[in-house]
């Protein structure tokens, strides 16, 4: 959606109500991805960019709050459909935890102001917490870190700490790191992220059983 804010969009036909719902969506994804501070982007803006007056938008969400939130959560959707095809589809349990994190690095590296959004803007410090659902999108896609982990720990993986849970807490903060720090330092020059990322399964002792 780079150019939502270059087109005007024709009346939806009755019945169609979702879809200008999910381009209200997509159109806040794209300009919280374009801002660092959420608090920026305002329903008229919202609107404006989907091409549709900031009427319509209010008969799909309550308030800005209530759409940042949805937006959010369509968007850790999005980041796990992106993960889980590009390693669901392998076998080996250390292999599929690396290439998990190699499509962790493919992510945020093709489109850095999504990435922004679901984990360096401060949505949470705005948005009430009576705002934010019980069950998260974000929180399916750290329960199958866990569930990753503990694959490679079931299969003879020997780390200093064997809580799946702890581990997972780990590699994020250190993923987070290694893609973050290159968006929002670009002046210097990082190390290469794949061996980084590689290194990390490595330190952990999470790339294959000790013999």
């Not at 992510?107 to 019980?134: C, H, M, Q």
């Not at 329960?143 to 079931?154: I, P």
Request: glycine fraction near 6%; include cysteine; proline fraction near 6%.
């Amino acid at each position: 959606m780079t150019d939502v804010t270059a087109r005007r969009r024709a009346r939806n036909p009755r019945g169609q109500g979702d879809r200008l719902r999910d381009d209200l969506i997509q159109a806040a994804v794209a300009l919280l991805g374009q801002t660092g501070d959420p608090e920026d982007v305002s329903i008229r803006a919202v609107a404006k960019a989907a091409g549709v007056s900031p009427t319509a938008a209010y008969r799909h969400f309550e308030d800005r709050d209530d759409l940042i939130v949805a937006a959010c959560g369509a968007n850790f959707e999005h980041f796990t459909e992106y993960l889980v095809e590009r390693f669901g589809h392998v076998d080996d349990p250390f292999d599929r935890l690396l290439a998990a994190g190699e499509a962790y690095l493919s992510f945020a590296t093709e489109d850095p102001g999504r990435y922004r959004v679901l984990f360096s803007n401060p949505v949470t410090k705005s948005i009430g917490a009576d705002k934010w659902p019980e069950t998260m999108a974000g929180d399916a896609a750290f329960a199958q870190l866990v569930s990753l982990v503990q694959a490679c720990v079931d299969a003879g993986a020997q780390p200093l700490e064997r809580d799946a849970t702890y581990l997972a807490y780990q590699i994020w903060t250190w993923m987070h790191g290694i893609v973050d720090l290159p968006i929002t330092h670009p002046m210097m020059e990082f190390p290469d992220q794949s061996r980084m990322v590689r290194d990390v399964t490595r330190a952990l002792r999470l790339d294959g059983p000790v013999v």
